[in-house]
């Protein structure tokens, strides 16, 4: 309730401003916004515009908000302006006032951002880490092949899901990775299947396996369009592997252990850490699978060596990604870390949640090179030596 008083208060202040705001632009086109008729107008026009924003989740929502935030710029570096220059006018002031008053220039870059934020929802790219083990694993190493965060339906179509695909397999995977929140509350049971019957067609060495993230299951909603049981049937149907506090042994060298997403209703669906890792062969390489950044020194205390997650977007609306890194809010936003061993790979995700663009970080899927150093292999070749 408190939550919805702000966001109440928020939008009436917003409204208040772009009041002003419109009535400052009437002027400027040659409006006069002194008479009662046109402020009434004015009135309904900005109440009208600010009340789609209610849905703080929705599209309209960004850009009321994008559109205050440089408004408000604008409105600071005109105060600036006026300060500097003490009154003197000329053809350049009374243009820069025009440019102020009329709104242009705001509206002009939402304009701007929010095309570059669709174009970048859907401009895919691939990003590569290579990360290397003491380990007693094949020379070769092993190639993972990962994405999270699709939330498909928002941000592809099929034909843009059978490009990515057919991307992802001539990277040559031996493992693909399914990272949660693939699908979501706005997904359709249709779309939901024909997600996981294109997945499926990816050729592995070794498999696809998919872990739970906090919207798949359609926590957010009362009315969904699958049951949590219809999605895991439709996985098991296509041979998709979920893990969910179990674990899966490759070649008795790579552990791949999947945890079930920690806002999961079922709360016996989790186990401590000390349960997931009891009789687990420490000396395998370790990689944990779990949706959410957390519990990372603990995680590296278990003994693990890889942990790839997502969840956090990298940010899909600016400025939060950028908030997070220098608040230090969340564990750890985007991209590779290593804490006291344990190498961290959280994605941005290959799509985005309830609107189709990225004004933050980019889409992408992750590949991840596990790769045996020197003194591996020198081990594997010359064992009796050490």
């Known amino acids: 309730m408190v939550r919805y008083a702000f966001h109440v208060c928020i939008l009436a202040c917003t409204g208040i401003y772009f009041y002003h705001w419109l009535r400052r632009a009437?002027?400027?086109?040659?409006?006069?916004?002194?008479?009662?008729?046109?402020?009434?107008?004015l009135m309904l026009l900005a109440a009208l515009f600010v009340f789609p924003a209610v849905n703080i989740w929705g599209i309209w929502a960004v850009v009321i908000f994008h559109l205050l935030a440089f408004a408000l710029c604008m409105d600071g570096v005109h105060s600036i302006w006026k300060y500097s220059r003490k009154g003197k006018g000329g053809v350049s002031g009374k243009r820069f006032e025009w440019l102020w008053a009329s709104g242009i220039?705001?509206?002009?870059?939402?304009?701007?951002?929010?095309?570059?934020?669709w174009w970048n929802m859907?401009?895919?790219?691939?990003?590569?880490?290579?990360?290397?083990?003491?380990?007693?694993?094949?020379?070769?190493?092993?190639?993972?092949?990962?994405?999270?965060?699709?939330?498909?339906?928002?941000?592809?179509?099929a034909e843009a899901l059978q490009s990515i695909c057919l991307q992802i397999e001539q990277e040559r995977p031996d493992i693909l990775v399914l990272g949660g929140d693939l699908v979501d509350e706005h997904t359709s049971r249709e779309e939901m299947k024909e997600l996981f019957e294109t997945l499926s067609q990816v050729t592995t060495r070794y498999g696809i396996y998919y872990i739970y993230g906090n919207h798949d299951r359609n926590a957010y909603t009362k009315y969904p369009n699958y049951t949590a049981k219809e999605l895991a049937a439709e996985m098991e149907a296509v041979g998709i592997t979920v893990l969910r506090e179990n674990a899966v042994d490759i070649e008795k060298e790579l552990l791949l252990v999947g945890r079930d997403d920690r806002t999961n209703p079922d709360a016996a669906g989790r186990v401590s850490g000390a349960a997931l890792v009891n009789g687990v062969n420490q000396n395998e390489y370790?990689?944990?699978?779990?949706?959410?950044?957390?519990?990372?020194?603990?995680?590296?205390a278990l003994g693990f060596d890889l942990q790839l997650s997502g969840h956090t977007h990298g940010g899909q609306i600016a400025p939060v990604g950028w908030l997070y890194r220098l608040t230090g809010f969340g564990e750890w936003n985007y991209g590779l870390t290593s804490i006291d061993g344990l190498t961290v790979i959280v994605t941005s995700g290959m799509g985005g949640l309830n609107y189709p663009i990225r004004t933050g970080k980019h889409s992408e899927y992750v590949i991840v090179d596990v790769i045996p150093t020197a003194q591996s292999l020198s081990w594997q070749v010359h064992p009796s030596a050490h």
């Open 26 to 41: 009437a002027e400027a086109f040659g409006f006069w916004p002194a008479h009662q008729s046109v402020r009434q107008v």
């Open 286 to 300: 370790l990689v944990l699978l779990e949706h959410q950044p957390r519990n990372l020194k603990e995680n590296s």
């Open 122 to 157: 859907h401009h895919i790219v691939r990003t590569s880490y290579t990360v290397y083990t003491d380990k007693l694993i094949r020379k070769e190493g092993y190639r993972i092949a990962f994405f999270s965060d699709l939330h498909y339906g928002t941000t592809m179509n």
């Open 105 to 117: 220039m705001p509206t002009a870059a939402v304009a701007v951002l929010l095309l570059y934020g």
